[in-house]
T-cell receptor, first 110, second 111 residues
Framework: NAGVTQTPKFQVLKTGQSMTLQCAQD?????MSWYRQDPGMGLRLIHY???????DQGEVPNGYNVSRSTTEDFPLRLLSAAPSQTSVYFC?????????FGPGTRLLVL | SQQGEEDPQALSIQEGENATMNCSYK?????LQWYRQNSGRGLVHLIL?????REKHSGRLRVTLDTSKKSSSLLITASRAADTASYFC???????????FGSGTQLTVLP
């Protein structure tokens, strides 16, 4: 199994640009989530999904959209990037209470 | 808001020594988990302790949970340079399945 994969690994955007961070898992986990990690802040939950077709907001959802059309994929969309969204983004899937994280996407918004 | 808060924020020890990190949280939990993150990498799940458990072992790791004090500790025995990483506690509360993470403890093990 590849586990949780994320693309791209690095991305530079200009303010106002849009992009989609991809996340996929091949473990058939129902639960998936997106976090952002900022220095000294730990991980903060952006959005999560308990299954295909179901999504909900986390702690810091503003500026981000998600969808879950399949069990495997959980993309995160930035509609109009802002410098405050410069961060490292982690996708995770969950099974029996434990989370499995992807390697992360480093995003820089200029 | 963050549920778990780790203490200390940074810890530096010599190889072979034991490392102890603490986590405090605010609300009732279903379970508490510890994760490791090596520099520039994603998080790796280490251990999960349920609210009805008081102590759990996994290799050189020992986790305790005191629900009356709303605190947990992670002990790494006989530390190695490869244990150098950031360690995060995360709490799982209520019926929702999301985790709330603390800000982490940066552990440096000197050879």
């Amino acid at each position: 199994n590849a586990g949780v994969t994320q693309t791209p690994k690095f991305q530079v955007l200009k303010t106002g640009q849009s992009m989609t961070l991809q996340c996929a898992q091949d473990m058939n986990h129902e639960y998936m989530s997106w976090y952002r990690q900022d220095p000294g802040m730990g991980l903060r939950l952006i959005h999560y999904s308990v299954g295909a077709g179901i999504t909900d907001q986390g702690e810091v959802p503003n500026g981000y959209n998600v969808s879950r059309s399949t069990t495997e994929d959980f993309p995160l969309r930035l509609l109009s990037a802002a410098p405050s969204q410069t961060s490292v983004y982690f996708c995770a899937s969950s099974f029996r209470g434990s989370q499995y994280f992807g390697p992360g996407t480093r995003l820089l918004v200029l | 808001s963050q549920q778990g808060e780790e203490d200390p924020q940074a810890l530096s020890i010599q190889e072979g020594e034991n490392a102890t990190m603490n986590c405090s949280y605010k609300t009732s939990i279903n379970n508490l988990q510890w994760y490791r993150q090596n520099s520039g990498r994603g998080l790796v799940h280490l251990i999960l302790i349920r609210s009805n458990e008081r102590e759990k072992h996994s290799g050189r790791l020992r986790v305790t949970l005191d629900t009356s004090k709303k605190s947990s500790s992670l002990l790494i025995t006989a530390s190695r340079a490869a244990d150098t990483a950031s360690y995060f506690c995360a709490t799982h509360s209520g019926s929702a399945r999301q985790l709330t993470f603390g800000s982490g403890t940066q552990l440096t093990v000197l050879p």
